[in-house]
């Protein structure tokens, strides 16, 4: 599913891009699902499990300001399905063999001035720095400079170090910094999926614009790799989306 050279740009530059891959009426299935989250967050005053609002000023939750839905997997299963979808698991298959599980949904509407985390790793917060996480990002909607697409530094997964992190009560998630001039942008249209390592420096800013950025992201692993804080049988938002 694979070529030689997509195999090499991996393991090299530490990400892959498959423009399109999710297209006519599954990607417009997906984008319904997204619109009903979106209308169950929207319809929230406070964080619920699974589902938290934007940030205020305050550092307060925004009343109808939905910023993410954490284990969306767990909630939805029709979005598990899209998690399991063959030209996806297909070409993790390529990297990680045959099995494969996945942990750690996530919906990010990144609706209208909507936050995101800015420069991290992954595997920060996974407490490893296995090579063997795949993250994938998938766009359902088209993703540009002004709304937050990906970026990424090619090659940083290399030196298998996890870079410092810091956190505010302020922002969701954490972040480190990095060398500007490193950074390069990933515009995608929408229905384009990217893997890229867990140890892979990247991030998103804010939306600038009046649109939304629908994405789903998770990590793919192999089924039997042993993640102490994420164990499989035990941990409820990780699922078998590949059978060997």
Partial sequence: ML????????????????ERLIEGDRLAYYLD???????????LT?????????????????????????????????????ACEQAIVDRVAALLGAELDCFGTKFFPKLAGGTSTHWHQDNYYFGTTSDQVISCGIYLQD????????????????SG???????????????????????????????TVALFS?????GTVDNQSERTRYSMAWHYIPGELNLENFPRGDYEDRHLVREG
């Fill in 46 to 82: 406070a964080p619920v499990p699974h589902f938290s609002l934007e940030l205020g000023p305050d550092n307060a939750p925004i009343s109808g300001l939905l910023h993410k839905v954490q284990g969306v997997c767990q909630i939805e299963a029709r979005i598990l399905a899209l």
């Fill in 143 to 158: 993703a540009d400079l002004d709304n937050g697409c990906l970026q990424i530094v090619p090659g940083s997964h290399l």
């Fill in 33 to 43: 699902v997204c619109d009903e989250l979106v209308a169950r967050g929207n319809a």
């Fill in 198 to 202: 867990a140890n892979l420096l990247h």
């Fill in 3 to 18: 070529s030689n050279e997509e195999i090499v740009h991996f393991n090299e530059d530490g990400y892959l891009v498959f």
């Fill in 161 to 191: 170090e996890i870079a410092e992190h810091q956190s505010s009560p302020s922002m969701h998630g954490s972040w480190t910094q990095i060398e500007e001039a490193k950074a390069v942008a990933l515009p995608m249209p929408a229905g």
